[in-house]
């Protein structure tokens, strides 16, 4: 099948990544959708390489780990999503990409947006959980380390389901709990900011949870 062609010469593996809602920094690297990456480790350009799993390849080859495709279904899909038709012989002619986002292609980047804040959240909850620790049996517990205990398990559960379950069980987390995992999100970037700026944990952030309540 000459899409595979008509792909390679038309779509980079940043120009995928970046369209299926993977960020990437000013370096050209991004946090690797194929692992739990805390910082980003893989590079993008024309083609990929994650230098903490060790996944590398084209774009097709992207696409096809990304949504676990064969190389045809995931060469025929980068056609699809961008718009380009190919003749017999290999030639690719561009259309425009279409404007409107499958409802397909949301859910993948909802899915790995709330992969991100949650591996992240998760890996907090551990570090607080530890940190605020009381040292004495009549100390007062910390609201982090509070957080941490009420939290944890459920936000691990969250995360195995959008990494393991299937289908309907991933989009059921988008669906029921997306908007409290991006508030989770902007909660992360604030202390993130606090930090920098040289302000304690503690500044403004109150604890949430990732089911609402």
């Known amino acids: 099948m000459n899409v595979f062609k008509a792909v390679k010469e038309n779509v980079t593996a940043r120009q995928a990544v970046e369209m299926y809602g993977i960020r990437v920094n000013r370096n050209g690297m991004a946090c690797c959708p194929f692992h739990d990456d805390r910082h980003p480790s893989m590079k993008v350009d024309k083609r990929f390489h994650c230098f903490g799993c060790q996944a590398d390849g084209d774009v097709i080859d992207l696409a096809a780990r990304l949504y676990g495709l064969n190389n045809l279904g995931a060469a025929v899909k980068l056609a699809s999503d961008f718009g380009i038709s190919y003749d017999n012989k290999g030639r690719a002619s561009p259309r425009p990409v279409k404007k409107k986002i499958s409802e397909e292609l949301k859910l993948k980047q909802a899915e790995l947006q709330c992969c991100r804040i949650l591996s992240d959240y998760n890996h907090l909850l551990e570090k607080w959980r530890t940190e605020y620790a009381p040292e004495t049996p009549g100390e007062e517990w910390h609201p982090l380390f509070v957080e941490a205990l009420q939290k944890q398990a459920y936000t691990e559960y969250l995360l195995d389901t959008l990494l393991g379950g299937t289908a309907e069980e991933k989009a059921a987390v988008i669906k029921e709990h997306g908007k409290e995992v991006m508030r989770i999100g902007e909660r992360i970037s604030r202390l993130a900011a606090s930090r ?15 089911d609402g309540r």
């Open 196 to 210: 920098k700026a040289g302000r304690h944990e503690r500044s403004g952030l109150a604890p949430t949870g990732t």
